[in-house]
């Protein structure tokens, strides 16, 4: 039973120390309780998210992720495709202080008005203090995009949630 006390104690101390597990830094998770419907065939929209579920230093405008420290950053993405009304292929994709980030992006086809599913891009990069982070998203036909539904005696179905955290 020492034995056992003395690996938990030990444990904790290197958790909670400045080199443990949890003093990686801030984190965030945000999500969006609303449609996000293509409007223009093919022309990028910004996602937004207008709620901020989560968050430790890190900050949410409306979808624009602002990083409290420079680092090494988990990211995370995931969309609810599906229609109303239309058909078609949706696209979803990172930006980093307004640029495209390189092979983030993934793509769904929408069969028909019925159809939904999760969609998930995610990434690890180097980021500065001051970063922004965004998640963008095209599709090929208006009335596809990012759906939200919230089914009777449970939780929401948001359009988007967005989490990131530091990992060193």
Avoid at 8 to 36: C, K, M, N, R, W
Avoid at 42 to 64: L, R, Y
Avoid at 142 to 147: D, E, Q, R
């Amino acid at each position: 039973m020492r034995t056992i006390l003395s690996a938990i104690f030990v444990s904790a101390v290197f958790l909670t120390s400045p080199g443990g597990a949890f003093a990686a830094g801030g984190y965030i998770q945000a999500s969006s309780l609303e449609d996000q419907i293509v409007k223009e065939a093919n022309k990028p929209q910004a996602v937004t998210m207008k709620s901020t579920d989560a968050a430790k230093g890190i900050k949410n405008n409306n979808g624009v992720v602002i990083l409290d420290q420079s680092g090494t950053y988990f990211t995370i993405v995931g969309v609810q495709v599906g229609s109303r009304g239309g058909t078609g292929l949706v696209r979803l994709w990172f930006q980093t202080n307004g640029k495209d980030v390189d092979n983030t992006n993934c793509e769904q086809t929408v069969p028909n008005p019925e159809f939904t599913t999760v969609m998930i891009s995610q990434g690890v990069a180097e980021y500065k203090k001051g970063d922004k982070i965004n998640a963008m998203m095209s599709g090929s036909a208006p009335g596809i995009g990012f759906v939200y539904k919230k089914p009777s005696g449970e939780p929401a179905v948001p359009s988007v949630i967005f989490s990131a955290w530091k990992i060193d």
